[in-house]
């Protein structure tokens, strides 16, 4: 049975760091894109980041290059978030998803994922 759980969530001020963890099971992370999104009330759903693990190929939105980092421990069949330097419009719940590598051009796409998490929180604020 496939399952995908988040965790790593919290509060935190501004400037802070945070990393979140999505684990994986039922598949490996070798066959699939695994993506992180966020959603703030009222805002639509929005790719953070994506990572395929089988050829450590990385993708970030403009709004969090340079700030934030994916990694995958395959071993562990989980993928990291590592946030830093953390802005109170980083506040959302964050989803990981899972989506055929095939699909990596259009990854900010969340209509391509296949599976998804139940989502954590984040909330940067002082």
């Known amino acids: 049975q496939v399952q995908i759980v988040e965790s790593g969530g919290g509060l935190v001020q501004p400037g802070g760091s945070l990393r979140l963890s999505c684990a994986a099971s039922?598949?490996?992370?070798?066959?699939?894109?695994i993506g992180w999104f966020r959603q703030a009330p009222g805002k639509e759903r929005e790719g953070v980041s994506c990572i395929s693990s089988s050829d450590g190929s990385t993708y970030y939105a403009d709004s969090v290059k340079g700030r934030f980092t994916i990694s995958s421990d395959n071993a562990k069949n989980t993928v990291y978030l590592h946030m830093n330097s953390l802005k109170p419009e980083d506040t959302a719940v964050y989803y990981c998803?899972?989506?055929?590598?095939?699909?990596?051009?259009?990854?900010?796409?969340?209509?391509?994922?296949?599976?998804w998490g139940q989502g954590t929180q984040v909330t940067v604020s002082s």
């Open positions: 039922g598949f490996t992370l070798d066959y699939v894109a």
């Open positions: 998803a899972a989506a055929p590598p095939s699909l990596l051009s259009i990854w900010v796409l969340w209509e391509v994922y296949d599976y």
